[in-house]
């Protein structure tokens, strides 16, 4: 059953891996000759501070994203999860950033916070005419908001699907012993949603580990102002086709990957979620 | 203890683990990935294939014309948007996808692919009905790499004439006339100087000409040739302190670093009056003639040279900018004769000059004076005539900085320009940075 998977994985996944991981031992710009460079390009790119603010950005961006999101999809997800038609209608209203492009949702952003002609030029939102992407103090939340907007859905989805497999049993005999909302949210529904939030969590920080789109678009394609969301997918990208440093830039992406591949198996393993236990023992 | 899974489906461990490895691998490979696709160039046997931007309308029927007299030879035409297009063209030219004829800014960029073998030198009778201060971006060991195939793109100062006379400001003819104009606009709330920070090479242009005017424009010929030192001459710094104390003066306004200029947003302030000047390309006219056709028939546009600074090295006259966009020949072209008659009888002739001038730009071709006396809309006669006299009376046209490096500086060079402009770094760490990027 998993063969054609592997298959593909293999072909799409392990084998250009394989192919970057030997590119970042060589020097190529892209036009010319492929040459050998040993660790030259790690040397490099290990010295460089640039590389160091980057890894430095992403992991901010992760680490706020994560914050940032994870409560409101909560909330969202609790407020979606009973039945009834206009909670749906919401559900609906919600899920649709996650529908849109991250290039159609940069740029029209873009142009929202735009000061001059953007949101803030309405009478009576003027305190939003702030520089808000171009000052290096705010751009990288800005980033974050925006990216908290397109992804705050899916994740809220997640866990509208995971309290509806709550058993309303549990509930039910909370309520009998006199336990309140708050009681039930807290010793019911957030113990029961442990591996909905691993799975959450997992793909939004890894996710934001490699989030290039929206912070190109936001950007204008540099990171800027100065170098304040040059996040380091967006350095690898500049590296390797801007600068046409491929041998640099493919070192920053096998960087990328072990750093990612190391998060994703250590979130694994913290949260036990490979032990399988069941929060439903004597349902 | 019974152990149920809690989604019945993926029970193995391994498998889990796996999964979990696998979306972070294909994100990031994805990532690793992307640019690589570059459109296949197949042609029949005896046609060319050509590369250039989707705006180059006018270039376009060049191809068109020669297409119905050669229909042996096709020349198919392929447009891109401007945003990666570069890194487009280089990957195609990396797997030897490359198209016959291509477009390009000339400068650094272009040099690589001559360095690399990879464009074919013309024939020099083929070139020289072209301004010969434009083809020098095209030139690199004595022999000439590329045709100009549009207009000519010196970066001139424009500005709105109500929001000037409002203000009882005349267009600054120097420096210091720039830096009085600023303070009074200012007071009356509008802003000074718009400009698409966030674009990052707007900000460049300032420091371009504020260099050119300072040092001569030999500080940064000597650059672009080679020598990483010569940013840490003493007039590299100066213009960056200038650049600053504008900043710092409020020129640019509050919000220019959130401005990006594909958004048309540092345009649209000069028009509607919000900013009073703005330095930009010469395409910018014809931008705001398709914006606001009205601003301009009421003739509240003006222009003007970048003004000039008494007690600087550079000449007042001297210009700086793109001169033209070329179109080159790949060296493995198939049908190289085809693309030799293109280049010669199509690009840029007769009926191509006619349409370029209709359209509000100057062609770098020789001797357009009757041509330009014979325009008929006056608005237009008025600026082609200023652009064709600024052009032919520079005593030097130095290519944009981040067109004429080679193009794994043009990113440090940008990222120095903004942090630069924003005064994260001292007017001599440019310099410093630069010369090491360089190095």
Known sequence: MAAPALLLFGLFGLVPLAGVVVLGLTRWDGLGSIGWAGFANWSAVLADGATWQALGLTVKVMAVSWLVQTPIALALGVFQAPRGRLRALFAVLFFLPLLLSAVAIGLTWQ??????????????????????????????????????????????????????????????????????????????TVPQLKYTMVTSSTLMLVGSLTYFDLVFVLSGGTGGPGTATRVLPLAMYITGFQAHDMGRASAVATLLVVFGLGLSLLMTRLSGFTRMDSQQEGM | M??????????????????????????????????????????????LTMWALSDQTILKDSVDAYNKDHPETKITLQLFANDDYKQKLRVAFGADQAPDIFFSWGGGALDDYVKAGKVDALPAADTDRFTPSVMQSATFGDKVYGVPANGLAPVVLYYNKKVLADAGVEPPK???????????????????????????????MYLEYLLDREGGSQVFTDIASGDASKWKDASVTKANQRLQDLAKAGAFGDNASSVSYDQGASTALLYTGKAGMTLMGTWEYANIAKAAPDFLKDGDLGYTAFPSLPGGAGEADSIVGNPSNFLSLNSSTKNKDAALTYFKDYVLNDSQVDAYLGAGSVPPVKGLESKLAAVKSSTDKEWLTFVYDLVQNAPGFQLSWDQALPSDQADPLLTNTDKSFLREISPAEFGENMSRAGS
């Not at chain 1, 702030?130 to 800005?142: I, N, Q, R």
């Not at chain 2, 972070?24 to 640019?35: E, K, N, P, R, S």
């Open chain 2, 2 to 47: 019974r152990r149920i899974p809690v989604d019945g489906n993926l029970t193995s461990p391994r498998i889990r683990r796996v999964i979990a490895s696998a979306v972070t691998l294909t994100a990031a490979i994805g990532l690793a990935a992307c640019g690589t696709s570059g459109p296949s160039t197949t042609s029949s046997a005896k046609g």
């Open chain 2, 174 to 204: 120097t420096y210091d006339d720039l830096l009085a104009a600023v303070k009074k606009l200012k007071a009356k709330d509008v802003v000074p100087l718009s400009l698409a920070a966030n674009s990052k090479w707007p900000t460049l």
């Open chain 1, 111 to 188: 142009a929202l916070l735009d000061p001059s002609f953007g949101i803030g030029a309405t009478p009576g939102l003027h305190w939003l005419a702030e520089p808000l992407l171009g000052s290096p103090d705010l751009a990288l939340y800005t980033v974050i908001f925006v990216i908290a907007w397109q992804f705050v859905p899916f994740h809220a989805l997640l866990y509208q699907a995971g309290i509806r497999q709550i058993p309303t049993a549990l509930y039910e005999a909370a309520a009998l012993d006199g336990a309140g909302p708050v009681t039930r949210f807290l010793h019911i």
